[in-house]
T-cell receptor
Framework: DAGVIQSPRHEVTEMGQEVTLRCKPISGHNSLFWYRQTMMRGLELLIYFNNNVPIDDSGMPEDRFSAKMPNASFSTLKIQPSEPRDSAVYFC?????????????FGPGTRLTVT | DQQVKQNSPSLSVQEGRISILNCDYT??????FLWYKKYPAEGPTFLIS?????DKNEDGRFTVFLNKSAKHLSLHIVPSQPGDSAVYFC?????????FGKGTSLLVTP
C-alpha cells in the first residue's frame, strides 16, 4: 500500500525561478496538508485542503506561494518567484477523519534549495 | 508563538533502558495528541496518539501519558533499542492543524 508520494525529492533552483512541488495523497484520504520544516521554525502548516477545497491557507508565507488540489489524488505547491529564504524541506501529509482518530501520514518531503 | 514545547533537544539512553521524552503545551483547547518519529531524509512517521479524555495509551514498547492539569505529556519507550534512535516530535491538534514541537533527538547506545 503506497504512502504519500512527493516529487521531486530534491530541487535546486536559482533565485527568481518558479518551483512546483507535487504530492499524491494516500488513496481514500480526504484531507491534505502542506508543511514546511526549517531549523528556525520547525514544522509549520502552510495550507490545509478538505475534499479538494482549501480550508485554511493562513500559513502560506506570502503571495509568492500558491497551492492547488485539482482532484482527490493530486496537489501542487508553487513558489513564484523563489527566494533563498524559501530553502527548506516541504512535506505533504494526508489523513482521513475516522471518529476520534486524527493521524496525519507524511510523505518523504522535498528538500528545496534556492541559490 | 510555540504552543507545543519539547525542552530537551537531545537524549541519550543505553539499550534496554527506558527512554522518556517530554512535551508541554499551552493551549487548553488541544484535544488530541500525537507522537511522530523521524529518521533523516524521511518524513515523520506516526507512532502513537492519545485523546484528551484519556490519561494513558499503550502500544507495545511505547506508552504515552497525558497530564491535562499540568498540560504535559510524555512518551515512554521500554526497552529502548538502537533502532529507536531518531528525532521524536510531539504534536497537538485543535480542529485539524497539527502543532508540532521542535523535536527531541534520541540516541540509544548499545
Amino acid at each position: 500500500d503506497a504512502g504519500v508520494i512527493q516529487s521531486p525529492r530534491h530541487e535546486v533552483t536559482e533565485m527568481g525561478q518558479e518551483v512546483t512541488l507535487r504530492c499524491k495523497p494516500i488513496s481514500g484520504h480526504n484531507s491534505l496538508f502542506w508543511y514546511r520544516q526549517t531549523m528556525m521554525r520547525g514544522l509549520e502548516l502552510l495550507i490545509y485542503f478538505n475534499n479538494n477545497v482549501p480550508i485554511d491557507d493562513s500559513g502560506m508565507p506570502e503571495d509568492r506561494f500558491s497551492a492547488k488540489m485539482p482532484n482527490a489524488s493530486f496537489s501542487t505547491l508553487k513558489i513564484q518567484p523563489s527566494e533563498p529564504r524559501d530553502s527548506a524541506v516541504y512535506f505533504c501529509a494526508s489523513s482521513v477523519n475516522q471518529g476520534d482518530r486524527y493521524e496525519q501520514y507524511f510523505g518523504p518531503g522535498t528538500r528545496l534549495t534556492v541559490t | 508563538d510555540q504552543q507545543v514545547k519539547q525542552n530537551s533537544p537531545s537524549l541519550s539512553v543505553q539499550e534496554g533502558r527506558i527512554s522518556i521524552l517530554n512535551c508541554d503545551y499551552t493551549n487548553s483547547m488541544f484535544d488530541y495528541f500525537l507522537w511522530y518519529k523521524k529518521y533523516p531524509a524521511e518524513g515523520p512517521t506516526f507512532l502513537i496518539s492519545i485523546s484528551s479524555i484519556k490519561d494513558k495509551n499503550e502500544d507495545g514498547r511505547f506508552t504515552v501519558f497525558l497530564n491535562k492539569s499540568a498540560k504535559h505529556l510524555s512518551l515512554h519507550i521500554v526497552p529502548s533499542q538502537p533502532g529507536d534512535s531518531a528525532v521524536y516530535f510531539c504534536a497537538a491538534i485543535s480542529g485539524y492543524a497539527l502543532n508540532f514541537g521542535k523535536g527531541t533527538s534520541l540516541l540509544v547506545t548499545p
